[in-house]
Every structure is written in structure tokens, then in C-alpha cells.
Nanobody, 122 residues
Framework: QVRLVESGGGLVQAGGSLRLSCEASGRTFNNFPMGWFRQAPGKERDFVAA????????YYADSLVGRFTIPRDNAKNTVYLQMNSLKPEDTAVYYC???????????????WGQGTQVTVSS
């Protein structure tokens, strides 16, 4: 079992930055690819970014390349989502997940955190 806890969400003005954190506990964190997804009201959970345990593969949603990054710190059992140049359309609940193999599909993730709200005002 892997327990994931997100933090760092909040209200930010357009053009600002936020860094989300996802701390893992339970089974060995280092073995799991990690991903970030987001879900706006009334919409599906969309892929944001994913990273393998050794940082050798990193995927981003095409629309977010250049604004978002997904560093991870295995020593701290934590994966981050650094979000820059935020836009109102980035407003959503952001979830981190742990998968058995790296994926851009939400159904491939076996473990999820509770989510953290990000609101970007115009």
C-alpha cells in the first residue's frame, strides 16, 4: 500500500507560480513512477506530468511543456509539480498518483492522493 498526501495548492493570480508537493509513505516510493493529473469541475481527470523513479523518463501534457516541471526527491519520498506562468484555465483539483509503470492514463495509476485545489484568478 502507498499513501499519498498532496499539499501546496491555493489561490494565485494569473502569471504567478505554485509548487505542489506529494509525499508518499508505505511501500518503497523509489520503485514507483509518479504522475500528476488535474480535474476541473464537470470534466475528466486529465494528465499533467509523469516521471519514472530514476528520472530517465519524464512526460508532460503537450499544452503544459515549458510551464510545468515534475522534479522528485527520492530521499524525501516526495514528487513536486512546479507550475509557472499560471493561467485561469489551470484552475482544477490536482492529484498525484503512483503507478506500476509510467503512464499518461489515469486508469494505470493504482494509488491516489486526496487532491489539492489550485485556483488561478484573472
Amino acid at each position: 500500500q502507498v499513501r499519498l498526501v498532496e499539499s501546496g495548492g491555493g489561490l494565485v493570480q494569473a502569471g504567478g507560480s505554485l509548487r505542489l508537493s506529494c509525499e508518499a509513505s508505505g511501500r518503497t516510493f523509489n520503485n514507483f513512477p509518479m504522475g500528476w493529473f488535474r480535474q476541473a469541475p464537470g470534466k475528466e481527470r486529465d494528465f499533467v506530468a509523469a516521471i519514472t523513479w530514476n528520472d530517465r523518463r519524464i512526460y508532460y501534457a503537450d499544452s503544459l511543456v515549458g510551464r510545468f516541471t515534475i522534479p522528485r526527491d527520492n530521499a524525501k519520498n516526495t514528487v513536486y509539480l512546479q507550475m509557472n506562468s499560471l493561467k485561469p484555465e489551470d484552475t482544477a483539483v490536482y492529484y498525484c498518483g503512483a503507478a506500476r509503470s509510467i503512464s499518461t492514463k489515469a486508469y494505470d495509476y493504482a494509488y491516489w492522493g486526496q487532491g489539492t485545489q489550485v485556483t488561478v484568478s484573472s
